[in-house]
Structure formats: structure tokens, C-alpha cells
């Protein structure tokens, strides 16, 4: 094993154990929410792609804290697709779209990454954050209708993320509320004080704590009073799978007869398009959250993601993104190296085996208190405040991108802040392509039209309107000079204003525009 991943070990095992805790219910959630039932069947689909996405994407990844496994923004694609083809085709379509990833990745489609703006990517973040606070309301106040992992606005139960906090007010439990509250409470003293003290307490994570804190207290309170006690539908849901054979039971290959079917191969490209595009705003989210500011090879991560997603459908999973909630639970936990995300897949895939039984005792009330923390700390106020200081270029985009993310979803809220972002950018291209001085001398107006160095057809609005202020009887210079390279569109546009401009008794002159320069 590499030095750097050796000397790393005590920050990232108790990462991946805190990683773990989150992805655990999370991948239970979103399996959930993505078959026809909640049955066993499903919820193992679930597991085995979080366990793919910790140990098969984690090693082949070069992300070194970004943490993989089923999405919530899958969820409904693979609802639609299984109910339209079945599911051994839908894991043949998983197939497919992985193959897709692969061949993407080495196309370098990944170059899209670096074109997010970081408003927008800001904006995902923080929206993340406010969103993992608002659904985990319902689960802190022990009203668990909504999956985990859900974070569309509207919701599978009918709801939508503020009447969820609604109907949970009314049917709150006690039980839930006093362990919620006692585990959030002791999480914050425990990073607050403990934590950066060292030594042990450093390598003891504080969600470790807070689930063990959480059981326990469950079971306290069970003894005061039967009616405090957390039911078992409240609690973390384990298949129950007696050993490593018996996952061999629940694991379904593809129905390789459906490659003839076109609507397995448009699920497979839905899926990589989908895919590919939540892992690549993850990555951009991820790196910066990483302290250390490290970059990740985009066209490799899709190369990991398409073959996590081969894999993964070949036994039965569901697909495969990165997935922030579990990146930033991995950064804040002071995961170093991928150790981490692999540690919390095998992790996954030892705790099913061997003791379901006691993660089933861990109420969703104490895991909601870990994911209000990690909410908590994507959407500090501190962030928009820094957002707001940068001025309304920066701060229009982020503030669009939260709201539309929390009220619909998060592609369609991404596209919505990507467009108010562009608005802001051609703006601002609009304005600068040129600089435009007015002189007299002897009586005599002349423009002069001094043509920045990158030029693109997308500057033609704004030199049509300098253009346009020219009036009768004056003169225009137009200097390409500094121009690197003069595209036809703009050659054109001034071509044609030089061919009417005698009819207004305008002269022009055009300076730098070479043939060498005009492309």
C-alpha cells in the first residue's frame, strides 16, 4: 500500500466508519423509493451498489474523498424504467449505460466539469445542505413516511418537503425528539471540544457515538415507559442475509435476451447521460470541499462510475453516481485518502453479513442528527454572506440555484442556475469585447472600436449597437489590432455596415484584420 494512504490510516478508518453510518441508510432509502416495494429483493439492489460504489469506484477512482453509490436522482428513473421493462432488463440497461460512461471517459466528455460556474456549483452545495436539514426534520421528530435519501421536493408520499415538517409536527414522538435532540447535542459538544483535543477522541468519530448513544437510550426509554420506546419501523432496516452465501440468493443477472430491446438501450442512455452529469457537479462540489483543494481527473471518474455501473448491474444493483451528502460526511469526518469510501464499502458489505441485527437497533432519529450537522455545515450562513460580498454576478446565480434546487430537484435546480449564470457571463462578455472612444477634432466625429483580444460571435449584439451609434456624416475606425483571432460573424457584421455606410455618408476604416486573423 502507498506510503501516503499508510500514514493516513487513523484519519480515514474512522471517515469510512462515519461514511459508513450515512450511506448505510441512504442506500436502504433510495432502494427503497426506487422498487415497486420495499420488499428485501429491492433494498439488497440498494446495498450491493453501495458496496460497489465504496470498493470497485473507490479504488479505481482518482478522487481521493469523493464517496459513490446509489442517488436519489436515479431514484425515479429506475422506478419508471423497472415498472416499463422489469428489472432484469433495467440491470442490463445499468450495463449499458456504464459501457456508455467508459467510452465517454475516454472521449474526454469529463471537460464539462471544468465549465460549471462556481456560483452554481456554491449554490448545489448549499442548497444540499439546507435540504438535508429540512428532510431529516420529519425523521428527528420520528415521522419516517418519506424515505431517506429523498431529496426532490415532491415526494413518493404525496408530500412535498415543507408539508412533510407539517404532518410531522402532528405525529411527533417523544421518544424520537428526546434522542434526536440528546444525539445532536452531544455530536456538537463531541467536535466541538473532544474531538480537537486529539488523540483518541481525534481517531472516535462522533456519529459512532451518537448511533451507539441513540440505541442505547432507545432502549433506556423503553424501559421508563413502553410508549417512549422507537418502534421497530422507526429504526434502521436490515435485509436479514445469514451469511456470504446467502447474498449470493439475492443477486440477479441481466436478461442478456433484452439487448434487442430499444427501450433498454434508451434506459441505458438516460442513465449514463444522468449519471455522469450528478458525478461530474459532485466532483466540481467535492473539490472544493477538500481541504487540501486537490483535483480529480474528470474523464478517469467517469471511467471508475462506468465500470462501478457495469458491475454493479451485473449483480443485481442499482446504478451509481458520486453522491455529495456522503463526499462532505467524508471530508468532515477528515477522510484524507480513498481508504475511506473503500473502508465504508466493505464495511456495507460485512455489516449485512454479520450484524444486522444490531444496526437494526439504531434509531433514524440518531441518524438524523449526523445528517443535520453535515446539512448544517454546507449551508453556514457564513456562505451566503461571503457569496453576497462578491456582488450580484455571483451572488444571483448561487441565491437562484439553492431555491430552484430545493423546489424541484437537483438537475433541474443545476440547469436553472447554470442559465441565470450564462445571463450574467454574456453580460459581461457583451460589455467587454471592446472599447469604444468618441473624439472631435476640427468639428469632425470619429468612433474609435478597439476590439479586445478573444472575440466571438457572441460579442455581435454589442458591436452592432456601437456600431449603430455612428450617425451621418462621421467616421468610424475599427482596430482588430489586438485581436488574437477575428471570427467571420464579426468580420461580416462589419463587412456589411462598411457596405451601406456610404449611403449615410459615413466613413469607415478598418485596421488589423488581417487574412491570417480572420477565421
Not at 92 to 118: R, S
Not at 202 to 212: C, D, E, F, N, S
Not at 260 to 273: L, M, Q, R, S
Amino acid at each position: 500500500m502507498n506510503n501516503n494512504y499508510l500514514k493516513n490510516l487513523k484519519s480515514d478508518i474512522p471517515a469510512g466508519l462515519v461514511v459508513f453510518l450515512v450511506a448505510l441508510p441512504l442506500c436502504l432509502g433510495i432502494a427503497s423509493a426506487s422498487g415497486s416495494s420495499p420488499d428485501t429483493f429491492s433494498l439488497v439492489a440498494g446495498i450491493i451498489a453501495g458496496i460497489v460504489g465504496g470498493i470497485v469506484v473507490g479504488f479505481f477512482s482518482g478522487s481521493q474523498v469523493g464517496a459513490s453509490g446509489p442517488a436519489a436522482g436515479l431514484a425515479v428513473i429506475v422506478f419508471t424504467s423497472v415498472n416499463d421493462i422489469g428489472f432484469q432488463p433495467f440491470l442490463l440497461a445499468v450495463m449499458i449505460g456504464g459501457l456508455l460512461q467508459i467510452i465517454m471517459g475516454f472521449l474526454k466528455a469529463g471537460m464539462i466539469a471544468y465549465y460549471f460556474p462556481n456560483s452554481v456549483i456554491r449554490g448545489m452545495l448549499a442548497s444540499i445542505g439546507i435540504i438535508l436539514i429540512l428532510k431529516q426534520i420529519p425523521h428527528a421528530l420520528g415521522y419516517d413516511r418519506d424515505q431517506e435519501g429523498d431529496a426532490s421536493f415532491f415526494q413518493a408520499d404525496g408530500e412535498n418537503t415543507f408539508s412533510e415538517i407539517f404532518q410531522a409536527l402532528d405525529y411527533f414522538s417523544i421518544g424520537a425528539v428526546i434522542i434526536s435532540v440528546t444525539c445532536l447535542i452531544v455530536l456538537i459538544l463531541w467536535d466541538k471540544y473532544l474531538t480537537p483535543k486529539g488523540g483518541v477522541m481525534k481517531m472516535l468519530p462522533g456519529a459512532l457515538i451518537v448511533v451507539t448513544l441513540g440505541a442505547v437510550l432507545n432502549r433506556v426509554l423503553g424501559m421508563i415507559d413502553p410508549a417512549l420506546s422507537v418502534s421497530a419501523e422507526h429504526l434502521v432496516q436490515i435485509p436479514k442475509i445469514s451469511s456470504f452465501a446467502g447474498l449470493s440468493e439475492f443477486v440477479t443477472f441481466p436478461d442478456w435476451s433484452s439487448v434487442y430491446n430499444p427501450a433498454v438501450w434508451i434506459t441505458g442512455f438516460t442513465i449514463a447521460i444522468v449519471a455522469s452529469l450528478e458525478t461530474l457537479l459532485c466532483v466540481e462540489a467535492t473539490d472544493k470541499l477538500d481541504p487540501h483543494k486537490r483535483i480529480t481527473p474528470a474523464n478517469l471518474e467517469l471511467k471508475a462510475q462506468g465500470l462501478g455501473n457495469m458491475i454493479s448491474g451485473l449483480i443485481g444493483g442499482l446504478p451509481i453516481t458520486q453522491v455529495i451528502v456522503r463526499s462532505s460526511a467524508n471530508i468532515d469526518a477528515g477522510g484524507q485518502t480513498k481508504v475511506s469510501t473503500i473502508f465504508h464499502g466493505v464495511l456495507l458489505l460485512v455489516s449485512v453479513v454479520f450484524i444486522p441485527g444490531l444496526l437494526s437497533q439504531i434509531p433514524l432519529a440518531a441518524l438524523a442528527a449526523i445528517l443535520l450537522v453535515v446539512g448544517y455545515k454546507l449551508a453556514k450562513i457564513s456562505v451566503f454572506k461571503d457569496m453576497l460580498s462578491k456582488g450580484k454576478e455571483q451572488y444571483i446565480p448561487f441565491l437562484v440555484t439553492v431555491f430552484a434546487i430545493i423546489l424541484s430537484d437537483l438537475l433541474i435546480g443545476i440547469g436553472i442556475g447554470f442559465l441565470v449564470a450564462i445571463f450574467f457571463i454574456l453580460q459581461r462578455n457583451l460589455e467587454t469585447d471592446h472599447v469604444k472612444i468618441k473624439e472631435e477634432d476640427d468639428g469632425k466625429h470619429t468612433h474609435r472600436i478597439i476590439l479586445s483580444e478573444e472575440v466571438s460571435f457572441l460579442n455581435k449584439g454589442a458591436l452592432q449597437d456601437a456600431l449603430e451609434h455612428v450617425k451621418h456624416d462621421e467616421e468610424v475606425i475599427i482596430d482588430g489590432t489586438k485581436a488574437v483571432s477575428i471570427p467571420y460573424d464579426i468580420f461580416d457584421l462589419i463587412k456589411e455596415f462598411e457596405s451601406t455606410a456610404h449611403e449615410r455618408n459615413i466613413t469607415v476604416f478598418m485596421k488589423g484584420f488581417t487574412k491570417d486573423k480572420v477565421n
